[in-house]
């Protein structure tokens, strides 16, 4: 038992050193430094896209919210015409009505072309 213990010390002791002796040895003389890594810009700085990328107001969508005692309506709206109703009841989960006819709405295999909305309710989010 002694002997084993002992053998154990003396791996763990020639482990040690070998981990200690490289650390020590000098780095090769041709190696290229890290270029430095710039400032975060200030709070106050607008990060300004390029024209190509810049976005476009018109599609972002015009929110009106609803306050009903049992619920809350949120109409989503892009160039003035409603594409999606958010409804959050007072108990339970918010569920979507999405208007199919619409060209800012996207279509749905099951729609059928019903024209009838099924209230979606959101499985998933990430």
Known sequence: MRSATLLFLCG??????SLVSAQTQSQPDNLIPLPEIPDPPST?????LPPE??????LEPEITIHEGKDETIEEYRVNGELYMIKITPRIGKPYYLLNRRSAAG???RGDMESGVSVPMWQIYRF
């Open 12 to 17: 763990n002791l020639i482990w040690i050193s």
């Open 44 to 48: 106050g700085e607008e990060h300004a």
């Open 53 to 58: 990328l810049e976005l476009d107001p018109s």
């Open 106 to 108: 996207t279509t749905h």
